[in-house]
C-alpha cells in the first residue's frame, strides 16, 4: 500500500492480529552487536559494557540450542539487535548473523524484531558511509553537536533531519527484505531539546500556523524567533513560547514516529513496529523527552515501558506498572514491560527468585500486557545465561504454558471499568510535578482500593459516556473544550469528582477568575476537594530510570468513600476482602464473558488468612464460574445465584484468574 493511502486510515487498523498480547511471549536477545560493548568499554551485567567472556555470551545467544532452549520456556518473540549506529555497512557482518538467525527462529515458530537505533550515531563509522551526517545532528544551544548520554563519540541525529529519517527507512527495508525481521525496535525513541536552524524555522513556521490571536504572547510576527533555553522545572513552566516551544517537540517527534510507522506498513502491513522512549519514567515528559503518548502512541505497535517499576511491595509501597498498561489500552498500543530491580547499591538487577519472575509475568497478563523477560538472556559468566538457572526458568515456563493453555482468559480481553482518571497533556506539560503528585496518589488509591478505573487522556474525551464518574485529580490546565466537555458529562446524568487546582487555570496556564466548573460544584453527583486528599510526594520517585515507590495517602479511605459514592454500588462488580497486596483487574471478554484477574503483590511472604470475592448481582447474577492458576490450571467451577454470590478463594500464591461465564 502506497505511505498516502495508508495516511488515511486509522492507525488502529493497521496494527497486525499477531501483536496481542494473548498470542505474545518475548525475551530480550541481545540488543548490542559485539562493537557497541567493544566501543563502551567496562562491563556491567544488565547492560552494556565488554569482558573476555563477551563473545562467548554472544555466540550463545544465537546458538540453535538457546532458540529451543526458549522456545521450550514459551517464548515465541526475541527482540535482538540490527543496527545499532555504526552504520548499514559497518554492520553489516553481524546483520548477516541476524539473517540467519531469523530464519532459524522462522522454522521454531519465534518471530523476531530488530533492534534500531533512533537516538544516536557512532560517527566514527558512520561518517565513512555518509561523509554529511554531521548536518543531521542535534545542536546544543552554543552550536555544538549535541551527544547521546555524554558519549562523545555517539551523536544524536535531529527528528526533523529528513536525511536521518530516509536513512532509518533504508535500514528497516533492508531488515524487512534482506534479513526476513517480522519488525523493528526503535529504541531511544524520544527527542531532547535541539537548537539546529532547521528545527528554528519549523518552529517559527508552527507558531506562524498555531498562533495568530496576538492575546496569546503579544505579538504575532515570529520571523525573528529564537529557541528558548531549556527550562526544567517541573513545577511550573509558564512563558507562554516555551509552552508552543513543548508542543512543537512533540508534534515533531510525532511525525517522525508516523513517518516510519507508514513506512514500515507500506512494506507489509503484517511487520511490527515496537518503540522505547523511556516511558512512563520521569516527570516532565512531554518538555524533556517530546514524549505524549496519546500523540505518538498511535504510531506504533508495542511500547516498552523501561523503567525501575518492577512489581513489588517496598515496605508499605505498591510498586507496579499499572499506570503504564491502562495509558497504554487507552492510546491502542500495547506495552513490553522491561523494568529492573534494584540491588544493594541501587544498582540494577535481574530477578533472583522465582517470585519475583512469577510476580512480574502475571502482573502483564493481567493487565493487557505483552508477558515475557528481559532478563533470561542476560550474561553471568562465559557463556552463561541467567536462564539457566532453574529455578528461575520454571516460573517462566509454568506462566508462558498457563496463557499459551487458556487463551479464553485473555483473548480479545479488553477493560470494563466505570470510573476514569483524566489526563490532561497541558497539566503533565506545564505543571509536570504537581499533577504527577495528584495523579500518582488518585491511582495508588483507586488500584490498591480494588476499585477498577481506566486512564483517559483529554484527546479521548468522546468516550465519557462509557463512564459514570470522571475524576480530575490536580488536573490544573484544562481547555475550555475539555471543561465543556466535562459539565456535559454531568449534565448527562454522569458523576464528578474534582481535586486540588482542576479547573482553576485555562489551558496556558492562566488563573482563571472563577473556578471553571462554578456552576456545577455544589451539584448532588459532583465532589470538590480543593485540599487534595489524594496527594503524594514524589522525592522517592526521581532515582534514575524512575522507580514510583509511594505510600498510600493518609486520607485514602475518605477518598475511596467518596469515589464509591459517585460510582454507586451498581457500578462496582466485585468487593475484595483479603490481606494487604492483593491487586485486582476486571476485563470484558467476547460473548458477555468476564475474568477477574487476581495478583498477590507479597508472593515472597506466606499469605496470612484468604481471598474472599463478593460478586453482584449485575456482575455474576446466574452466571457460572471456574476459578484458575498457573499452578494448578482451572481449579474448580461452581455457579452463582440471582444476587451474585460469595466465592472464597484461600491464599494465593501469586495469580488466580475467575472467569465468569455468560
Known amino acids: 500500500m502506497k505511505n498516502k493511502k495508508l495516511s488515511m486510515m486509522d492507525p488502529l487498523a493497521l496494527r497486525p492480529e499477531w501483536i496481542k498480547p494473548e498470542n505474545l511471549r518475548w525475551a530480550f536477545w541481545g540488543w548490542e552487536p559485539l562493537a557497541a560493548r567493544r566501543r563502551l568499554g567496562g562491563h556491567h551485567p544488565v547492560f552494556l559494557g565488554d569482558s573476555e567472556w563477551a563473545s562467548r555470551w554472544h555466540d550463545r545467544l544465537f546458538a540453535e540450542k538457546t532458540i529451543r532452549q526458549m522456545k521450550g520456556l514459551g517464548i515465541n518473540l526475541a527482540v535482538t539487535h540490527f543496527f545499532k549506529g555504526f552504520g548499514l555497512k559497518a554492520e553489516q557482518k553481524e546483520m548477516e548473523i541476524i539473517r540467519d538467525f531469523a530464519a532459524r527462529c522462522h522454522e521454531h515458530g519465534v518471530r523476531v524484531l530488530g533492534y534500531t537505533q533512533f537516538r544516536s550515531i557512532y560517527y566514527e563509522t558512520f561518517l565513512a558511509e555518509e561523509p554529511r551526517a554531521a548536518g543531521w545532528i542535534q545542536r546544543r544551544r552554543d552550536g555544538t553537536l549535541n551527544d547521546w548520554g555524554g558519549a562523545y563519540y555517539r551523536w544524536s541525529p535531529c527528528v526533523n533531519s529528513k536525511e536521518f529519517i530516509d536513512y532509518l527507512k533504508k535500514v528497516v527495508r533492508h531488515g524487512a527484505e534482506w534479513a526476513g525481521l517480522d519488525g523493528f525496535h526503535f529504541d531511544n525513541a524520544y527527542a531532547n531539546p535541539c537548537y539546529c536552524d532547521r528545527c528554528k524555522e519549523l518552529f517559527r513556521g508552527f507558531l506562524r500556523r498555531e498562533v495568530r490571536d496576538e492575546r496569546r504572547m503579544g505579538f504575532v510576527d515570529f520571523s525573528h524567533v529564537e529557541l528558548p533555553p ?12 516555551y509552552q508552543e516551544w513543548i508542543r512543537f517537540r512533540v508534534e515533531s517527534l510525532t511525525n517522525a514516529w508516523k513517518e516510519l510507522y507508514l513506512f514500515i506498513k507500506s512494506i507489509n502491513p503484517d511487520l511490527c513496529m515496537l518503540t522505547n522512549p523511556a516511558y512512563p519514567r520521569a516527570l516532565g515528559w512531554a518538555n524533556n523527552l517530546s514524549v505524549h503518548a496519546a500523540s505518538c502512541g498511535r504510531y506504533t505497535d508495542l511500547m516498552f515501558a523501561e523503567n525501575g517499576n518492577f512489581p513489588s511491595f517496598d515496605g508499605d509501597k505498591l510498586i507496579t506498572q499499572i499506570s503504564g498498561f491502562k495509558q497504554a489500552e487507552n492510546c491502542g498500543y500495547h506495552v513490553v514491560p522491561t523494568t529492573w530491580k534494584r540491588g544493594r547499591k541501587d544498582e540494577l538487577r535481574c530477578p533472583g527468585r522465582p517470585e519475583e519472575v512469577a510476580l512480574s509475568l502475571a502482573e502483564a497478563a493481567a493487565f493487557g500486557g505483552i508477558a515475557g523477560t528481559n532478563w533470561a538472556m542476560r550474561t553471568t559468566r562465559g557463556d552463561q545465561l541467567v536462564i539457566d538457572d532453574s529455578k528461575l526458568a520454571r516460573p517462566l515456563r509454568e506462566h508462558n504454558d498457563f496463557m499459551k493453555n487458556h487463551r479464553e482468559l485473555y483473548e480479545g480481553a479488553v477493560t470494563e471499568a466505570r470510573a476514569a482518571l483524566l489526563h490532561s497533556f497541558e497539566s503533565f506539560a506545564y505543571r ?10 488518585m491511582e495508588q488509591i483507586l488500584t490498591r482500593a480494588n476499585i477498577p478505573y481506566d486512564i483517559v487522556f483529554a484527546e479521548h474525551l468522546e468516550r465519557a459516556g462509557n463512564y459514570r464518574l470522571l475524576i480530575l485529580a490536580g488536573q490544573g490546565c484544562l481547555p475550555d473544550v475539555v471543561v465543556r466537555r466535562v459539565i456535559k458529562h454531568v449534565e448527562n446524568g454522569g458523576a464528578l469528582l474534582l481535586t486540588g487546582e482542576s479547573g482553576v487555570f485555562n489551558e496556558h496556564g492562566l488563573e482563571r477568575e472563577f473556578n471553571a466548573f462554578q456552576k456545577i460544584l455544589s451539584h448532588p453527583r459532583v465532589i470538590h476537594w480543593p485540599d487534595s486528599p489524594e496527594k503524594v510526594d514524589l522525592d522517592e520517585a526521581k532515582s534514575w530510570i524512575y522507580t514510583i515507590a509511594v505510600s498510600l495517602p493518609k486520607a485514602h479511605a475518605g477518598v475511596e468513600r467518596g469515589v464509591k459514592k459517585l460510582l454507586g454500588p451498581e457500578n462496582l462488580p466485585f468487593e475484595i476482602a483479603a490481606p494487604q497486596g492483593v491487586i485486582a483487574n476486571w476485563r470484558r471478554l467476547p460473548g458477555g464473558r468476564h475474568a477477574l484477574h487476581l495478583i498477590n503483590y507479597r508472593n515472597e511472604q506466606k499469605m496470612k488468612g484468604g481471598v474472599t470475592v463478593r460478586f453482584s448481582a449485575a456482575a455474576a447474577g446466574n452466571r457460572r464460574y471456574a476459578l484458575y492458576s498457573p499452578e494448578r490450571g482451572r481449579e474448580r467451577s461452581g455457579a452463582f445465584g440471582r444476587q451474585g454470590g460469595t466465592l472464597k ?13 455468560e
Not at 432 to 441: D, F, L, N, R, V
Not at 651 to 659: F, G, I
Open 649 to 661: 478463594i484461600g491464599p494465593m500464591e501469586t495469580y488466580k484468574v475467575v472467569l465468569v461465564e
Open 230 to 241: 531549556q527550562n526544567r522545572d517541573d513545577v511550573c513552566i509558564s512563558d507562554p513560547l
Open 432 to 441: 509536570s510535578q504537581e499533577t504527577s503528585m495528584h495523579a500518582t496518589g
